[in-house]
């Protein structure tokens, strides 16, 4: 692939594909965006290429390539939604919109107290549906870090909701 060789690339879309996929769909948890994803892995592979160190293993490399193309893909998914878009979950359908606006105007605040990994990690795992893995690889930090990080945010959550209430 380094050389040019497009034989090369189809050797390797076709010894890899499933398992990029599949990691991708790890993370994205939606197939069509899976599929572009899988796309942009393989066109970022084929021009990185040249500069891929051949004492390292090709697959992991690619899965890296992989899980940031996905990371890429969450993040702007993200700016595409509006704010209030965002936080429409969480708000109960049965308030009143007075009631659902200061919910999601306290639950924005509570949230931009909290340091802002952990806000993400928040996110992540109780609103996009990312497992506390998929945060962990994607974050690069070891699994119990982000169980003690969602763990205490959650709380701190809580305690700043609560205060919220009594307002």
Same mark, same amino acid.
């Given at each position: ?58 697959? @992991? ?6 899980? #940031?193309?996905?990371?890429?893909? $969450? *993040?702007? &998914?993200?700016?595409? !939604?509006? /704010? ?51 945060? @962990? ?6 699994? #119990?870090?982000?169980?003690?990080? $969602? *763990?205490? &945010?959650?709380?701190? !959550?809580? /305690? ?8």
């Amino acid at each position: 692939m380094a050389t040019g060789d497009r034989q090369a690339l189809q050797r390797l879309y076709k010894l890899t594909s499933e398992r990029m996929f599949a990691i991708l769909m790890r993370i994205l948890r939606d197939r069509a965006d899976a599929e572009d994803a899988l796309q942009n892995v393989y066109i970022k592979a084929w021009r990185g290429a040249p500069s891929f160190d051949v004492t390292r293993n090709g697959e @992991a490399w690619l899965a890296t390539i992989a899980r #940031n193309v996905a990371i890429d893909s $969450l *993040r702007q &998914s993200r700016k595409r !939604l509006d /704010e209030d878009g965002e936080l429409d979950m969480v708000a109960d359908p049965t308030r009143s919109t007075s009631t659902i606006h200061q919910i999601r105007a306290d639950l924005r605040s509570c949230l931009a107290t909290l340091d802002q990994t952990h806000a993400t990690a928040v996110l992540q795992v109780y609103m996009y549906g990312l497992s506390y893995q998929d945060v @962990a690889d994607t974050l690069g930090t070891p699994l #119990n870090t982000v169980r003690t990080w $969602l *763990r205490r &945010s959650l709380l701190k !959550l809580r /305690e700043c909701l609560e205060s919220a209430d009594d307002l």
